[in-house]
């Protein structure tokens, strides 16, 4: 089980997901970096902050219009033991997405036109000893963006 996070004008907001991607509905256990999501209401709960549970994720065509790409899949937590800490979990996302974007779009993250989310443990995954990290990246209005967007330059 994963939890979204995502960096909205300097407010961190944290949506719990058990999500995946591919071609069509698939788990987690199959993303690749440069793989993208259909769009962005599949990650949305009905109200901010609340946990919404999923059990799969619609893949899309990159050349076709798409709300989020993979950049970053790691390890990140690797290391972290103990209770789950959401807030430590967040920093340390925050902190590998922000870098891996710049990264990989090959621009900087405070003055591009695109925005990053971040898909991490659940506490029962963390229970599990699961520390992988998946970073996406997508139009900062969460506006649909067609073809990569890797080396960019926005």
């Given at each position: 089980?994963?939890?979204?996070?995502?960096?909205?004008?300097?407010?961190?907001?944290?949506?719990?997901?058990?999500?995946?991607?591919?071609?069509?509905?698939?788990?987690?256990?199959?993303?690749?970096?440069?793989?993208?999501?259909?769009?962005?209401?599949?990650?949305?709960?009905?109200?901010?902050?609340?946990?919404?549970?999923?059990?799969?994720?619609?893949?899309?065509?990159?050349?076709?219009?798409?709300?989020?790409?993979?950049?970053?899949?790691?390890?990140?937590?690797?290391?972290?033991?103990?209770?789950?800490?959401?807030?430590?979990?967040?920093?340390?996302?925050?902190?590998?997405?922000?870098?891996?974007f710049e990264t990989y779009v090959n621009f900087e993250w405070e003055t591009s036109e695109l925005?990053?989310?971040?898909?991490?443990?659940?506490?029962?995954?963390?229970?599990?000893?699961?520390?992988?990290?998946?970073?996406?990246?997508?139009?900062?209005?969460?506006?649909?963006?067609?073809?990569?967007?890797?080396?960019?330059?926005?």
């Amino acid at each position: 089980m994963l939890i979204i996070g995502s960096i909205l004008i300097a407010a961190v907001i944290g949506l719990g997901v058990i999500a995946g991607l591919g071609s069509g509905s698939t788990s987690t256990a199959f993303i690749d970096i440069g793989e993208c999501f259909a769009d962005f209401s599949q990650f949305e709960a009905s109200v901010e902050g609340e946990t919404q549970l999923i059990s799969s994720v619609d893949g899309a065509d990159c050349d076709e219009p798409h709300a989020l790409e993979t950049y970053y899949i790691g390890d990140a937590f690797e290391g972290m033991g103990g209770e789950f800490d959401q807030a430590l979990v967040d920093e340390v996302a925050i902190e590998t997405c922000e870098t891996e974007f710049e990264t990989y779009v090959n621009f900087e993250w405070e003055t591009s036109e695109l925005d990053y989310w971040w898909l991490t443990p659940s506490p029962q995954g963390w229970d599990a000893d699961d520390r992988e990290l998946i970073c996406l990246v997508g139009d900062y209005n969460r506006g649909m963006t067609v073809g990569t967007l890797r080396n960019t330059g926005r």
